[in-house]
């Protein structure tokens, strides 16, 4: 079983949609979860972390970890186009290891 | 967060050839990290890049094929050793910086084809 899994997608929605991203994970002992963003041709950059269970919001972006399930969610309110990219979630094993879901492509249509 | 630069962002080479890969940091970090992205997959850690010590290398990757070189604070190169078209990918660094210890600020990368 794969530490983190994440389902590839891709994922196509109109403008002004809500959008959920999800991942689960295997080991019940991850505290840290990340949420990436990537553009073609960029290096991922860092949305949103949590630690522990509950939620997490920054401006139209909410995090949210559910622990007893191994799920991890983030959901983008009022889509824009801008935010066509590929979505990474990942957890921290050990010291400073990242290990990351396989990505979801998602598409804002205007 | 710190600004980091690659270089080469972009390169194809010859299958049997060795490329380095050089990561460049605005500010003195103590951890960096090589990871690799092929194509459609996510991306996979190689190695973490202490200064003053050995690289740590994850299983499935080894120094004779990814020699990382650390010399100081704000610099690491990653060599891609004698190459073969499976070692096309896209190459990362990335640090970690300020405060938050676990929080990891990734390069643009570099775009690797082997013929």
């Known amino acids: 079983q794969k530490e983190v899994e994440q389902d590839p997608g891709p994922l196509s929605v109109p403008e002004g949609a809500i959008v959920s991203l999800n991942c689960t994970y295997s080991?019940?002992?991850?505290?840290?979860f990340m949420w990436y963003r990537q553009y073609s041709r960029k290096g991922p950059e860092l949305l949103m972390y949590?630690?522990?269970?509950g939620n997490k919001e920054d401006g139209r972006f909410t995090a949210q970890v559910d622990k007893s399930s191994k799920y991890i969610s983030l959901f983008i309110r009022d889509s824009q186009p801008s935010d066509s990219a590929t979505y990474l979630c990942?957890?921290?094993?050990?010291?400073?290891?990242?290990?990351f879901g396989q990505g979801t492509r998602l598409t804002i249509n205007p | 967060s710190a600004v980091i630069s690659q270089k080469p962002s972009r390169d194809i080479c010859q299958r049997g050839t060795s490329l380095t890969i050089q990561c460049q940091v605005d500010?003195?970090?103590?951890?960096m990290f090589w990871y690799r992205q092929q194509p459609g997959q996510s991306l996979t850690l190689i190695a973490t890049?202490?200064?003053?010590?050995?690289?740590?290398?994850e299983s499935g990757f080894v120094i004779d094929k990814f020699p990382i070189s650390r010399p100081n604070l704000t610099f690491s190169t990653l060599t891609v050793s004698n190459m073969s078209p499976e070692d096309s990918s896209i190459y990362l660094c990335?640090?970690?910086?300020?405060?938050?210890?676990?929080?990891?600020?990734f390069g643009a990368g570099t775009r690797l084809s082997v013929l």
């Open positions: 990335s640090v970690t910086s300020g405060v938050a210890k676990n929080i990891q600020y």
């Open positions: 949590t630690y522990s269970s």
């Open positions: 500010s003195q970090v103590t951890m």
């Open positions: 080991n019940s002992a991850f505290q840290y």
């Open positions: 890049a202490n200064q003053g010590s050995e690289a740590t290398y």
């Open positions: 990942a957890i921290i094993q050990g010291a400073q290891k990242l290990v």
